[in-house]
């Protein structure tokens, strides 16, 4: 199990590695296993690619982003440019279904609204809108409430889950199921694996919520 010290080295060096940053205006602090991410960048895009960075390192057990997003000169925009260029990201591209989403964009932060059939055009709709310039954070309000009624079939969540290539067979991963709502517990061993998990339960037709329970047990 790597120490606090090797976690926050690892961490700053990770954001090293990570071309959109700057390591000298980030901080990194480590305890027991959580990192806290500090310090003031230029673009919302940064602030997550920062948190990115933390979660891909090995032995994080959690991250908490206390990063300020502070526009420079280039980057400021009025709310009424950002609602328009939200609008039209949301548009072109194919996987949101644009006149179900509505923008509002207060002080440069953007709130989505209205329902989807889908969790990934509810998150395709999020990061379309995340990567704009003069976008200081995104609140997410869109609700996933699918046509299909069904309840979602335990099985058909637990198979999707033991298929996928990206998720270990010795994860000990425990499927709920209650009508259209998934509960996920258990053990996984990185980020990568508890987020790939919740993306194969939100994709069983009929869910309308997953509730991602898993711990990340990176082992001795």
């Given amino acids: 199990m790597k120490s606090d010290a090797e976690l926050q080295k690892d961490v700053q060096t990770e954001i090293t590695w990570t071309p959109a940053l700057n ?18 960048v230029d673009s919302y895009s940064k602030k997550l690619a920062a948190e990115n960075a933390a979660k891909r390192v ?47 964009v207060e ?34 309000e869109i609700e996933v409430n699918p046509s299909l009624k069904d309840a979602v079939e335990k099985v058909d969540v637990i198979s999707a889950l033991e298929r996928d290539a990206f998720i270990d067979d010795d994860d ?18 990185s980020w990568f694996e508890k987020n790939e998990a919740e993306r194969v339960a939100w994709s069983a037709p009929g869910v309308m919520d997953v509730d991602n329970q898993l711990v990340i047990d990176y082992g001795d």
């Fill in 58 to 104: 090995n032995g994080v057990k959690g991250v908490a982003v206390e990063i300020q997003v502070k526009l420079g000169p280039d980057g400021q925009r009025t709310d009424a440019d950002i609602t328009a260029s939200a609008i039209n990201a949301l548009k072109w591209n194919i996987d949101v279904p644009d006149s179900q989403i509505k923008v509002d």
């Fill in 172 to 189: 000990d991963i425990v499927v709920e199921v209650n009508n259209n709502s998934v509960k996920l517990l258990g053990t996984v061993n």
């Fill in 23 to 40: 390591v000298a205006e980030i901080g990194v602090t480590a305890k027991n296993g959580v990192i806290t991410l500090t310090g003031t």
């Fill in 107 to 140: 002080d440069g932060w953007v709130t989505l609204s209205g329902t989807v059939d889908w969790e990934y055009q509810r998150s395709s709709a999020e990061y379309s809108v995340q990567v704009l310039a003069g976008v200081k954070g995104v609140i997410d």
